[in-house]
């Protein structure tokens, strides 16, 4: 109801929408086709199930695994910061619909006592919940990404001696 019958004071703030709309349809788009790439007869699918043959040599079959866990490393990181990113945006826009300030980057929109018909109270209640979910959720994913960046760096980095004495 708001991406379709919001009226943003703002051009920008509709553009942000509009572009935003677009980027979520394309990221899942993105994340269908990660997922028909992992079935046995995607590219990666297929990477993974030759790294399983027995009759190639180890360090054939760990070359390839690896290349795997690279590929579907490299994609899934950058789907999901992607992810994170339009969830902020969404939540940025929302927290303007709904408590805008003058000057602010996004503004509320000129007819919010109007979408959600007589249930208009019901629908705000509604944008403010999906808004927490929105930023608790964009909060959530960003903490364990940098939580998972912080124990791949610690098994990157060398081990460290104390000296004794």
């Known amino acids: 109801v708001l991406y379709k019958e919001g009226e943003f004071y ?3 703030n509709r553009s942000d929408l ?6 979520l349809e394309r990221l899942l788009t993105e994340l269908a086709n990660l997922e028909v790439r992992l079935r046995p007869t995607g590219d ?3 990477t993974w199930k030759q790294s399983q043959d027995e009759s190639i040599p180890a360090e054939a079959a760990t070359e390839r695994r690896e290349s795997f866990v690279m590929v579907l490393d490299n994609d899934a990181n950058a789907l999901v910061h992607r ?3 339009a969830f902020r945006t969404l939540g940025d826009i929302l927290q303007g619909v709904l408590y805008g ?3 602010g980057r996004y503004d509320t929109i000129g007819n919010l006592a109007e979408l959600g018909g007589s249930r208009s109270d019901a629908y705000v209640r509604k944008l403010e919940e999906v808004h927490v979910k929105i930023k608790a959720a964009a909060s959530a994913v960003a903490d364990l990404i940098n939580l998972e960046t912080m124990a791949a760096q610690s098994r990157e980095a060398p081990p460290t001696f104390e000296r004794a004495g």
Do not use: A, C, P, Q
Request: proline content about 0%; aromatic content about 6%.
């Open 10 to 12: 703002k051009s920008e």
């Open 18 to 23: 509009d572009r935003l709309h677009h980027d």
């Open 44 to 46: 990666l699918g297929m």
């Open 83 to 85: 992810f994170v990113e």
């Open 101 to 103: 300030t003058l000057g």
